[in-house]
C-alpha cells in the first residue's frame, strides 16, 4: 500500500498569519495520525515563515509515525536537524520569496554538499530522501551522493493544462520512478497533488509514500483534519486496490 503522508506547514501558516498560538500545527499533526496519515512532514524554512523550532521539538517527540523534515542545506538547519534526528529528511531547494518549493532541487550541480550531508544524517540513523523533478540526471546523481530515496516533483502534471498533457506528464513520472527503481532508490511523490489528481498517480506509480498538504489542510476547514486526512487515505486505497484488479 502507499503510504500517506500529511504536511502541516499549512497549518502554522494560518496561526503565522496572526502571529498568534493557534491553529497548533502540532495539534493537526496528532489530528491527522488519528486519521491514518503514515507519515507527518515539516519544512523548517531559513526565514521561519510558518513552522517554528518549537513545532519541531515538540513534533519530535509527539509524532509516534515518521516525522520527514524537509530542509535546505543551510548550516543552522542542517545543526538543529542533526540535533533533533527526525526519521527523514527531505532536502529541498529554498527561494526566499516563493509562495511554496518551486522546483526540484539541483543534484548534479552540487554532488560534493550533497555527498557530505547525506553521509552525516545517514551516520546519525536519519533515512534521507531528495526532492526532484522527473529528470533522469538528477535521479542519477541522486543515486551517487548516497540518498536512499527521492520525492519525484508532481507541480507539473497537477498543473496540466489538458488531460493530454496530464497523461503525458503522468508518462514521464512512471519513467522516471522505473530509472529510480533501476538504480536502487525508493521512490516518494508530491506537490499539487488534490482529492481530484491523486487517483492517477496511485494506479499508475510504484512508489512508496505520496506527500500532501495544501489540498488536505483546505479541505479539513470543513470537515477537519481527521476526516480529511481519512478520505485521503480511503481515496488511495480505493486506487490501489483498482491497481492491483486483474
Ligand atoms: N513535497 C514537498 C517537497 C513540498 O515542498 C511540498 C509543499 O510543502 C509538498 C510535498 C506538498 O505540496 P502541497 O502542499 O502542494 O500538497
Redo the contacts with the bound molecule.
Sequence with gaps: MIKL?V?V??VATIRQARMTYEPDPVTAAGLADLGGADVI?I?LREDRRHVQDRDLELMCETVFTKLNL?MATSQDIVDIALKIKPGQI?L?PEKRQEI??EGGLSVTSQKKILTNLTERFKDHGIYVSL?IDPDERQIVASRDVGAQSI?L???SY?NAKSDQQSSELLEKLNEAVTIARNVGLRV?A?????YKNTGPIVEQLDIEEL???????SRAIFVGIEAAVREMKDLIYKHYMIKQSP
Excluded: K, P, Q, Y
Design positions: 503522508g504536511n506547514d499549512h512532514t519544512h524537509e527531505t529541498v511554496t518549493t526532492f520525492e516533483h508532481t507541480g497537477a516518494n508530491g506537490h499539487g497533488l488534490t506527500h500532501i498538504g495544501h489540498s488536505i489542510v
